[in-house]
């Protein structure tokens, strides 16, 4: 028998109503998650001024809560300054969302991977020294980060 998931209102909401879809030809930052196991991919494209996001947009290829969860974290960080924008967690989207079921948390995980590295993009474009995380000591997994819960 296959498992039935809930979804709340607002997750509902954003996937039939997805909020800011779309590309942007002159994206200060642009930011491409994928996950090989479920085949979600998102892209997110920002526009930033004075070091806050002015303008953002995403395409998403996925599930119902892979377009809600970007949907979500694209109305989270319109107008947010960047470095508040970089602490937004998976947790935060799925929050903002009024929760979302345990197998598709990775989806929530993937719209904040996304819009950081969208801002990743941005500050290596502006020269800026961007250090990426690393992996804690010893750790390996079988598949790709963005899915991982320990990466």
């Not at 997110?44 to 806050?52: G, P, R």
């Not at 502006?126 to 000591?137: F, L, N």
């Amino acid at each position: 028998m296959a498992q039935q998931i809930g979804y709340s209102k607002k997750v509902m909401e954003h996937f039939m109503n997805p909020k800011n879809v779309g590309t942007m030809d002159d994206a200060d930052g642009h930011g491409k998650v994928g996950n090989p196991i479920c085949g979600d991919l998102m892209e997110i494209f920002i526009k930033v001024k004075d070091d806050k996001i002015e303008d953002i947009r995403f395409q998403t290829f996925g599930c119902g809560s892979a377009i809600a969860t970007s949907s979500m974290v694209s109305e989270m960080a319109k107008g947010m300054r960047l470095d508040e924008a970089m602490k937004i967690t998976r947790n935060d989207v799925a929050d903002e969302l009024d929760g979302l079921p345990p197998v598709k948390m990775h989806c929530s995980n993937l719209a904040a991977d996304a819009l950081h590295e969208a801002i990743k993009d941005f500050k290596r474009k502006k020269g800026e020294i961007v250090e990426e995380e690393e992996k804690p000591a010893g750790h390996t997994c079988e598949h790709n980060h963005n899915h991982c819960d320990t990466c």
